[in-house]
């Protein structure tokens, strides 16, 4: 049992260590894109989508580009989702307040975020490569196409349930 254990050991290091390379890696290519501005770019040219998505952003030019910029990082799997999330819920609160319009917001960028639609999932293809797959990023559409549906779904469940609940619309 202790061989077990020691050698369970030994493969769970060599396994973070093989992660943290691959980590690393994709931290660096983020932080050139978010430098090199093409997150602001990749942002910008979205831009429209958002305006759809978020009514009562369209007009808040900061608000809506940190709400695209973190849905642009999660669409590209970089890490940098969560802390641009967290920044754009800080600004629609500071924005709104708790007014309807604000918490309508920040529940779609919720689903957005959390749905999983990524295009390159990077953190699961370095796992993968470090367990040794022969094909680590073969998951990439299939996890595309799931985060789509997933998304999809959220917004729409959104939707659905938001209308379905507020007084006075004769429902």
């Known amino acids: ?71 642009m990082s999660n669409v590209l799997g970089l890490s940098s989702s969560t802390p641009l999330g967290l920044k754009a819920m800080s600004e629609m609160k500071e924005l709104f307040g708790e007014r309807r319009e604000g918490l309508d917001s920040m529940a779609r960028l919720v689903i957005l975020n959390a749905a999983g639609f990524c295009i390159f999932p990077s953190g699961v293809i370095a796992l993968r490569a470090a367990l040794g797959s022969r094909a680590p990023a073969i998951i990439a559409g299939p996890t595309a196409v799931a985060g789509l549906a997933a998304t999809a779904g959220g917004l729409l469940a959104y939707h659905w349930l938001s209308r379905s609940r507020r007084p006075g619309d004769g429902r």
């Open 1 to 71: 049992m202790m061989t077990s254990v020691l050698d369970s050991i030994s493969a769970a290091v060599e396994l973070v260590i093989g992660l943290i390379g691959v980590f690393c890696l994709w931290v660096g290519i983020e932080r050139l894109a978010e430098e090199s501005g093409l997150i602001d770019v990749l942002a910008r040219m979205a831009g429209p989508v958002f305006s759809k998505l978020f009514p009562g952003l369209k007009e808040k030019h900061r608000p809506l580009g940190t709400v695209t910029a973190s849905v």
